[in-house]
């Protein structure tokens, strides 16, 4: 694996990092979160203009091309700066496996309205007391050559917001399948929830939703293993947002404590700080190394469940334990709401937990190991 970006990927990185450093500062931030608006369209539109909602879309469909590890990049500047923006959950949920697994019909449906900026989507995937969202709870009774579906999502990120919703449910006779709904069908009911990452969640309830086999992404293949693409699509992206948000952490930790005089010197030269900060160090690289691993092997078809699982493991555990060493190393102004810094906690707690956590994740290593299905070349 060559861990140098090329120059395609180094200037979409810089592009993102610009627009989000003059649309993203602490105050504009402050202001926002007192705005109650739930994202800044006039950021989603820009980041439409600039091309960066088309990442993972063939050109054929208004993209730009490229695959995960160009819009984990994305998503790294988006936790960086903690831009208000529905970009996981339209792009790594959604437009990526879309474009993997979707009929003609759908990504022309889809995709254009996407990469325009014209549509916002979101997945529906976890639902409450489920560990395991490659098992929905949510049903799909046959009904003649369609089916009803009934039960209830839970934390769908931009559930409200968004135009297209693709739901994963157990349809009878096909097993677990990704839908691709319009968030106005008949029997849909979207309840907004409040969380404490700032970013806005919605539960999605089903009440005898009909489906057709067109709504089903990817019909002609295996639904779990569509399933399984999103999910890890998903984990992979949150991986890489983790990984700026705690990067953001861990520099602006590094400069507080070495501005901050306490006994006559700066409180960074103390060798507790030090350690406490290269212990952080030590967890952002290896969040780095397994979430780039992971995103290049979903690009070149190789992924396994253990690699996903480490990625999303340590955006779990390095999520954690580098916020929590940020909020300690400023003291009490790290819990101060009007100080930025507590941003990046919520945020990171957020992700730790989204579509599973650091225990279930190093259960799916364990089971991966025991079965011998570790090896990169082994997965699809």
């Known amino acids: 694996m060559d861990f140098a970006w090329t120059d395609d990927q180094q200037s979409l990185q810089g592009l993102a990092a610009q627009i989000f450093a003059d649309t993203c500062a602490d105050e504009t931030l402050r202001q926002f979160a007192e705005s109650g608006r739930s994202y800044d369209p006039t950021l989603w539109s820009l980041l439409g203009e600039a091309g960066l909602l088309g990442l993972g879309v063939p050109e054929e469909y208004g993209g730009t091309g490229f695959g995960m590890t160009e819009i984990g990049l994305l998503l790294e500047e988006q936790g960086r700066f903690l831009a208000p923006v529905p970009l996981h959950a339209t792009l790594a949920l959604v437009a990526r496996p879309l474009a993997l697994w979707g009929s003609e019909a759908q990504r022309r449906c889809w995709l ?122 998903g984990r992979v992206g949150l991986a890489a947002m983790q990984l700026g948000v705690t990067a953001s952490a861990l520099h602006r930790t590094a400069r507080y404590t070495s501005e901050r005089i306490q006994f006559g010197r700066p409180i960074g030269s103390m060798q507790a700080v ?7 160090y030590i967890d952002l690289e290896a969040l780095r190394s397994t979430t780039m691993h992971a995103a290049w092997a979903l690009d070149h078809g190789c992924a396994d469940d253990a690699g996903i699982a480490a990625a999303k493991y340590w955006a779990a555990m390095a999520g954690h334990r580098i916020t929590h060493t940020a909020q300690h190393l400023h003291g009490g102004i790290g819990a101060d709401i009007t100080y930025p810094v507590h941003r990046y906690f919520l945020r990171a707690r957020q992700i730790e937990s989204a579509l599973g956590g650091a225990s279930l994740m190093a259960a799916t290593i364990g089971q991966a190991l025991a079965a011998g299905n570790s090896s990169p070349l082994s997965g699809v």
């Open 274 to 280: 030090q350690q406490r900060a290269a212990d952080g």
């Open 112 to 233: 254009p309205r996407i990469t325009s900026g014209d549509l916002i989507a979101t997945a529906a995937i976890e639902e409450a007391a489920n560990a395991q969202p490659e098992c929905p709870a949510v049903k799909g009774r046959a009904h003649g050559d369609a089916w009803v579906l009934e039960g209830a999502k839970t934390a769908v990120p931009y559930g409200a917001e968004a135009g297209l919703i693709l739901l994963v449910a157990d349809l009878e006779g096909r097993g677990p399948s990704a839908l691709l709904l319009d968030a106005s069908r008949p029997g849909i009911v979207i309840s907004r929830q409040t969380t404490t990452g700032a970013e806005p969640h919605a539960q999605v309830a089903c009440a005898g939703v009909e489906v057709g086999a067109d709504d089903i992404l990817g019909l002609a293949e295996p639904g779990e293993e569509v399933v399984r693409s999103i999910i890890r699509h």
